[in-house]
């Protein structure tokens, strides 16, 4: 196991088109994140799954902005109707947590860099 | 709100300076946190947590419940550590860890 992939680690795309990031987690982990950095930020939340549901999503993740877990394993964020302002860097991070356990650290992929023209 | 502010983008010192990274946290409770490191070229890695008390690189950090701190601290800096360092925290039994701006520190020789 390399860690958490993302794929593509770069896409350019026109305005108004639709895209998706993937990301396969570590396998034996239970919980998958995605978040958004733009340059000079840190990152910021976007979605969380356990395992296949989705149990929580930020604000920032407008109706254009759709995430899943099928089976609790690989995940994809797709956005439609891209706008330049959805440019930034997509990281998907995993973690696993068991039951009363705190939060678990959280393995970081290498980002899929989205450019809107 | 929950929100994680690290003052300073960038710090620059030289080898062998002390070095502190200041995180200040706003949160009405006990949460759990973090500082997360991106070397150059690297994906974003944890480096310490607060309630694992312990050392890493040289690196400890210092929950400070009473001014709501986290700053992180090294004796001796070294050109190794330049890198991006973020502080983060975590709500208590929760899932949604939230980072603060970050803070690039550059280490001279």
């Known amino acids: 196991d390399t860690g958490v992939s993302q794929n593509p680690r770069h896409k350019i795309t026109k305005r108004g088109q639709n895209v998706t990031f993937r990301c396969d987690p570590i396998s034996e982990h239970n919980r998958l994140y995605w978040y958004r950095q733009t340059l000079g930020q840190g990152p910021e939340f976007l979605t969380y799954?356990?395992?296949?549901?989705?149990?929580?999503k930020s604000r920032l993740l407008s109706d254009r902005f759709s995430a899943e877990r099928p089976k609790g394993s690989f995940s994809t964020l797709e956005i439609q109707r891209t706008e330049q302002g959805d440019s930034a860097m997509y990281l998907c991070?995993?973690?696993?947590?068991?039951?009363?356990?705190?939060?678990?650290?959280?393995?970081f992929g290498e980002g899929s860099r989205l450019t809107v023209l | 709100a929950q929100r994680v502010t690290q003052p300073e983008k960038l710090l620059s010192v030289f080898k062998g300076a002390p070095v502190e990274l200041k995180c200040n946290y706003s949160?009405?409770?006990?949460?759990?946190l973090f500082w997360y490191v991106q070397y150059s070229r690297q994906r974003l890695q944890l480096l310490l947590r607060h309630i694992s008390r312990e050392s890493i690189k040289g690196f400890t950090a210092d929950l400070n419940k009473g001014e709501t701190s986290f700053h992180l601290k090294k004796p001796f800096a070294q050109e190794e550590d330049s890198a991006m360092y973020y502080c983060a925290l975590s709500p208590p039994g929760g899932f949604k860890t939230i980072f603060g701006a970050g803070t690039r520190l550059f280490v001279k020789a």
């Open positions: 991070a995993s973690s696993f947590r068991s039951t009363g356990d705190r939060t678990g650290e959280l393995f």
């Open positions: 799954f356990q395992n296949e549901a989705q149990l929580e």
């Open positions: 949160y009405s409770g006990s949460p759990e």
